[in-house]
């Protein structure tokens, strides 16, 4: 039987490294994105998005334009609803 461990350091990022956002509450967490000049948004840190059963992960980097949905949800629109 092989066995898998992680060691500490690596299971604590794994779990600091994702911020869930429930979408049912329409409410996007400003700090993992920035708005860039062209109105766009950039993801600036990997967040996990759960709506329902379905559930996606944003990597850093990502740009969200208008109508870019994930699991159903329209990113964009909440981002300029919620952050400013």
Known sequence: MTKYLL???????TLLTFTI???????APCGSFQKM??????????????????SATINTGTV????????????YAALEKNCH
Do not use: C, F
Request: charged share 15%; aromatic share 2%.
């Open 21 to 27: 956002v429930q979408a049912q509450t329409g409410k």
């Open 64 to 75: 969200i334009g208008p109508g870019t949905h994930v699991t159903g949800v329209d990113i």
């Open 37 to 54: 000049p062209d109105g766009k948004w950039s993801v600036v840190k990997p967040i996990k998005i759960e709506h329902g059963n379905a």
């Open 7 to 13: 060691s500490p350091t690596v299971l604590a990022l």
